[in-house]
């Protein structure tokens, strides 16, 4: 009875001391941990290929087992990138680029989850290796025709609709999602350096083949693919910002001085001197600046100090009373920059707040705002709320993870989760008969554990409508990297 009461009291005690939210936390280590655990779940969900024996989403079947196969090459495997079957290239290198980086800086806190961290790169490099190295100076970036697949709500196991291949090469460049891709393979040979070195040879060594394959060639998939690939993932940002990060996750996994070359020969038409406040699938520049001040803050490499410099410009523009404050925030709390699918920036800004407090933390260094300065610990309780806002800490009392907490969304925009499982309905469900799903009022039938929605609009308001896909729809690159961020707070012995 003792631990109860003393449970119930302390419960008391934090009711009590609720205006003093600095005392009282509203998740402990162990929530984080359900959640990271989930937020790794997810990616089960979005599998496409044969799944493993070791499948833990059992609603979920073999799908997309010829991609590729009428163009003479094996894409089988990958993710679906959001609600929908198709396998896009540049956000599925960016998920993989952010799943990476998760457990290289914070996998020492994931525990019992790194191996499913690490299964999730997997599936993720495994399908990259394949469209990196299936035709010589040609990437394999996509795999479904959008405009069809969005004309019909299938499962994936059920799809009929074209499976085209799309693909950049040396007459039709892709620089953006080709360096992404570079981006991502790095990455990962950093993950599996110690536990598997000739997959991380490999891995590196395509990743180097890649990128000199989208710096040769430059330009813009968006402007070789075009409508199928806009406006649904659009390289808006161009083509510079993806090169300058390629480089540096190359330079970061190899150490090979001619990155670090490239980098100082190529940043200021890259990005380098600009200043850019959101960090996505599309826009890289934020997150380059915060991996390469890493050099400068633990090497004093000099020719990095402008990365560090304009680091410590974007984290100043998302801390209120700062000089160079200049986020939005709902009244809630939480940092909102687009109506479409919100949660993406927020997962990514909070990864990029705990991941530049811990080289400064690791260096004794602040962020510099004008004349005043943040410290690594400030930087770490602007991304505690913004995580606990995600996990349910907000007005609503929601948590925008699927399967977290007592409240969350139940009408996923999501095709396998609202369509039954082939387990539950064997027979097949055709393109025009699984609409009525998608307008169905009932919960989503297959509770895609993990995912995490596009969530609340300015005023903190969420509609569950599972055709409001702006509010409603999950995706890999929403997920990616708040598991790293889910990993920094369950590895805290004390949440503060």
């Not at 009461?5 to 939210?21: D, G």
């Not at 808006?236 to 100082?264: C, K, P, V």
Request: overall charge negative.
């Amino acid at each position: 009875m003792a631990p109860a009461i003393f449970s119930l009291t302390v419960q008391i005690v934090c009711l009590t001391l609720f205006s003093l939210s600095l005392l009282c936390t509203a998740f402990t280590p162990h929530d984080y941990s359900d959640a990271l655990e989930k937020s790794i779940l997810f990616f089960e969900g979005q599998r496409s290929g044969r799944l493993p024996t070791n499948q833990r989403l059992k609603w979920r079947g073999n799908s997309g087992l010829s991609d590729g196969s009428s163009y003479h090459v094996d894409l089988v495997g990958g993710y679906y990138d959001a609600g929908d079957n198709v396998k896009f290239g540049l956000p599925m290198a960016f998920t993989t680029t952010m799943l990476a980086w998760s457990v290289i800086e914070f996998g020492s806190s994931m525990q019992n989850q790194i191996a499913n961290a690490k299964a999730a790169i997997r599936w993720g490099t495994d399908y990259l290796l394949k469209a990196a190295t299936a035709t010589p100076d040609t990437l394999y970036v996509q795999v479904g025709d959008p405009n069809m697949d969005h004309k019909c709500w299938e499962r994936p196991e059920d799809m009929d609709t074209p499976r085209n291949v799309y693909k950049v090469s040396t007459q039709n460049p892709g620089s953006d999602v080709a360096a992404e891709t570079a981006a991502a393979l790095a990455a990962a040979s950093i993950v599996f350096k110690e536990s598997d070195p000739s997959y991380s040879a490999k891995l590196l060594q395509t990743a180097k083949k890649v990128f000199d394959f989208a710096d040769r060639h430059r330009g813009s998939y968006s402007d070789s693919l075009n409508s199928v690939v806009c406006p649904f993932y659009c390289s808006y940002s161009g083509y510079q910002d993806e090169l300058l990060w390629g480089a540096s996750w190359i330079h970061r996994a190899s150490q090979d001085n001619s990155y670090l070359t490239y980098i100082q020969s190529n940043g200021h038409t890259m990005g380098s001197d600009n200043d850019d406040y959101s960090f996505s699938w599309d826009d890289k520049r934020a997150g380059t600046k915060v991996l390469l001040s890493k050099d400068f803050l633990e090497k004093s490499t000099e020719e990095f100090q402008l990365y560090k410099s304009h680091a410590d410009n974007y984290i100043c523009s998302l801390i209120p009373g700062t000089s160079g404050f200049q986020a939005q925030y709902t009244p809630g709390g939480l940092l909102y920059k687009a109506s479409e699918s919100n949660l993406q920036y927020v997962t990514t800004t909070s990864f990029l707040l705990l991941t530049y407090a811990k080289y400064l933390s690791a260096n004794g260094g602040v962020a510099t705002c004008g004349t005043s300065t943040v410290t690594a610990e400030s930087l770490i309780a602007h991304a505690k709320k913004q995580v606990d806002y995600t996990l349910g800490d907000n007005p609503a009392k929601m948590s925008y993870m699927v399967g977290f907490g007592a409240r969350y969304p139940q009408h996923v925009h999501h095709r396998g989760s609202s369509v039954p499982s082939i387990h539950a309905h064997p027979d097949r469900i055709t393109c025009n008969d699984g609409f009525q799903y998608l307008y169905s009022s009932s919960p989503n039938p297959n509770v895609l554990v993990g995912a995490i929605v596009g969530g609340p609009d300015s005023k903190d308001n969420f509609a569950d409508d599972r055709n409001n896909y702006q509010q409603s729809e999950p995706a890999t690159y929403i997920n990616a990297p708040f598991v790293g961020a889910l990993a920094f707070f369950s590895g805290k012995a004390t949440a503060n």
